[in-house]
């Protein structure tokens, strides 16, 4: 091959071209994911191997095969989103499914920030799938006096979650999220939710995408939006507060979204001394009506909860990738956000033998 020697030694050792040994690089790309800087992860390829590596070496591995599996995922959702061609079967699975799921699915996507050099902070777009396990309901203790409004509710579990990060607007990340969702075939499943905060670009895509989903707002969203507006109302510490907020979040969990409207509109919101959230609380329960049939979604065993998305965000992406400095490159950050979406996926091995360099 031209621009390329070979070495009998490195090939009798099943050296790549970088001359390190693939099982040292496993080691140490896992390495460079899993810890908070290239430099712990060299210091922990030590302990694990017994020999040393530089930061700088490990870091290039590791970004090195990020970019590879880059490549293999965009090529994947060019696949998938293709128009369809003469003569393809409607049961033609163009994705190699991984861990399909069966029975009950959940869609969740959301977004977190970090730092691009040149560019400031942007936000990295990440989808999760999940199984749903419904089980009967189980007793639930009261907390500060007050009976758990979940006492009779079906137990939901999700379990089994894939990650799909990257640097993407909307419309590239509705390509990986369709993707994604084929790879686990929720295309076919028998329930599929989608619980997510409620941000439009985010029922849109997924309305695209998935239009069977039962699309739900996830509930501490909407918990959380009824307290901004009771403290800013009523103020911080207000008694009178508590049981207005309360009194609204009684109505919501047994589906009676129109008197939470109402009591929005009495309160004359649409003031400038009001923060956005406040003033455009009659607008985000009027608009998501439908998405808060929170007395349907329990009782049908649906998750009202967005938390795997959110707890999706800080362990694929902050724990590794939000970081003081000066930030990352857009094309390693993205090489990056490949490598930890396959890792936290629990598809490290097999998109590392899918993207093996050729020995030297």
């Known amino acids: 091959m031209q621009g390329r020697r070979f070495f009998p030694l ?16 496993r080691v140490a790309t896992r390495q460079g994911l899993m810890a908070k800087s290239f430099e712990l992860a060299a210091e922990a390829y030590a302990d694990a191997v017994g020999g040393s590596m530089s930061s700088d070496s490990l870091r290039r591995i590791t970004e090195d095969w990020g970019r590879r599996v880059e490549v293999q995922r965009e090529e994947a959702a ?21 861990r399909p799921i069966v029975g009950q699915a959940n869609l969740s996507t959301d ?40 006492a009779k509710d079906p137990v ?13 607007d909307a419309d590239t990340m509705a390509l990986h999220q369709y993707t994604e969702g084929l790879r686990r075939g929720i295309d076919h499943c028998q329930r599929l939710s989608s619980v997510n905060d409620g941000a439009p670009w985010i029922e849109r895509i997924t309305q695209l995408n998935f239009p069977e989903a039962v699309q739900i707002v996830d509930w501490s969203h909407a918990q959380g939006r009824l307290w901004k507006v009771g403290k800013a109302v009523f103020g911080e510490q207000s008694t009178e507060g508590k049981a207005w907020v309360e009194d609204q979040l ?14 929005l509109a009495g309160l004359d919101l649409d003031q400038e001394r ?28 649906y998750p009202i909860g967005s938390g795997t998305v959110e707890s999706g965000i800080n362990t694929v992406v ?11 490159q857009r094309s390693n950050a993205q090489a990056m956000l490949a490598g930890l979406s396959e890792l936290h996926s629990g598809r490290f091995d097999q998109a590392r033998k899918a993207t093996l360099p050729l020995a030297a």
Request: hydrophobic residues 30%; aromatic residues 8%; charged residues 35%.
């Open 318 to 328: 902050h724990h590794r990738m939000k970081r003081p400095g000066r930030g990352w």
């Open 156 to 168: 939901v579990k999700l379990k089994g979650h894939s990650y799909q990060a990257g640097l993407w």
């Open 250 to 263: 009684d109505h919501l969990w047994a589906g009676e979204p129109k008197p939470v409207e109402a009591a």
């Open 10 to 25: 490195d090939r009798k050792l099943q050296l790549r071209a970088d001359h390190w040994s693939e099982g040292a690089a």
């Open 274 to 301: 009001w923060p956005d959230e406040v003033r455009q609380a009659p607008g985000y329960f009027e608009s998501n009506r439908k998405r808060m049939r929170y007395h349907e979604f329990r009782a049908e065993g």
């Open 78 to 98: 060019e696949r998938a989103n293709a128009p369809a061609q003469r003569g393809e079967s409607p049961q033609e699975r163009r994705i190699v499914e991984v």
């Open 111 to 150: 977004g977190g920030m970090v730092l691009v050099r040149g560019e400031g902070w942007k936000e990295v777009k990440l989808t999760t799938i999940s199984e749903v396990e419904v089980s009967p309901a189980e007793e639930r203790p009261a907390k500060a006096g007050r009976a758990s409004r979940r």
